[in-house]
């Protein structure tokens, strides 16, 4: 009976049965939902500390440098295989390779300052952190699907879209924060009517900021994006013999600082060798492309309170 009842007011309002959960332990609340303002600041603090860190360790800089030191130098420095040496070069090697800091200080922000906004709407606890979440991870996706689909056309390496492991896991990642991302929106939207006993729309609580700023930023987003793809200045292209026999030439459409190349392509392992070449101008417009975008999306998402009554 008391799961019954559980499930039909977790029905009836999903946030307010998430927000009044009881998971204390050992007198100890487990249930973040009500801390929401802990992760707000979690979020803030950590932005700082990778912005930081981005700055000290230079502009291509990644945390997961220190990640592969870990897992590849540590165990050999213990076991006397390797040296300090060996875990500089390991930390060295990985640089401007996977997720870089600026990704983490621009979604961390946008969470933040999504959180902070949904405060101000009176709107708390889970639902803020469900609202600022889902409209973060769209940031991501939106961003991250454009990538994919550029690289694999313009770089001739349609592997990174094909559905195939172990590419496949990163396409499954990017499709979640998608999904996620749509649906939160959709649900903003829904949640923003008021009804009556009718079920009649008597008030709108919030719009999305669908005006000129909005439609200048969208601009702005798709015409950096065209720059990245048709990069007029020079770019220093490299080569890579590939199993088969042939060589891939990067192309002069949308360069990259870190190639992801399948040096085999009769392969069925779904994945690519790095090839890094330093370039802080190809870096700095990836960074800004990714900036303009994530800012689109979080002044779309971003709100604004109203109350429109019906006509009659």
């Not at 990778?50 to 220190?66: A, E, I, K, M, R």
């Not at 550029?150 to 879209?161: D, E, K, N, R």
């Not at 060798?273 to 779309?300: M, Q």
């Amino acid at each position: 009976m008391a799961l019954k009842d559980s499930l039909r007011s977790f029905k009836q309002d999903p946030f307010s049965f998430m927000d009044n959960l009881n998971l204390t332990f050992h007198r100890n609340n487990l249930n973040l939902w009500q801390k929401y303002k802990r992760i707000q600041r979690t979020a803030l603090y950590m932005s700082l500390i990778c912005l930081v860190l981005w700055v000290l360790l230079g502009f291509d800089s990644t945390p997961l440098q220190f990640i592969h030191v870990l897992y590849e130098g540590i165990p050999g420095l213990i076991l006397g295989q390797k040296g300090w040496g060996d875990l500089i070069s390991i930390y060295n090697f990985n640089y401007g390779k996977e997720m870089h800091y600026s990704a983490f200080v621009i979604y961390l922000l946008v969470f933040y300052g999504l959180s902070k906004h949904w405060d101000s709407l009176g709107v708390t606890k889970s639902k803020n952190l469900s609202y600022s979440f889902g409209v973060t991870f769209l940031a991501i996706g939106v961003f991250e699907w454009f990538w994919i689909s550029a690289f694999g056309v313009f770089q001739g390496q349609p592997w990174v879209y094909t559905w195939a492991m172990p590419q496949l896991r990163i396409l499954i990642q990017n499709t979640g924060f998608t999904f996620i991302g749509i649906i939160v929106w959709l649900y903003i939207w829904l949640d923003s009517f008021v009804l009556n006993e009718q079920k009649e729309i008597v008030r709108r609580l919030w719009r999305f900021r669908v005006n000129g700023m909005a439609a200048l930023l969208i601009f702005t987003s798709v015409a950096l994006a065209l720059l990245w793809i048709f990069y007029p200045w020079p770019v220093q292209q490299i080569s890579v013999a590939l199993k088969d026999g042939t060589v891939w030439h990067s192309s002069r459409l949308f360069p990259q600082t870190l190639y992801t190349i399948k040096t085999d392509p009769a392969s069925s392992i779904n994945a690519g060798e790095w090839f890094w070449v330093e370039d802080n101008w190809v870096h700095g417009l990836n960074t800004l492309v990714k900036v303009i975008w994530a800012v689109t999306v979080y002044w779309i998402g971003r709100v604004k309170a109203v109350h429109v009554f019906p006509e009659n």
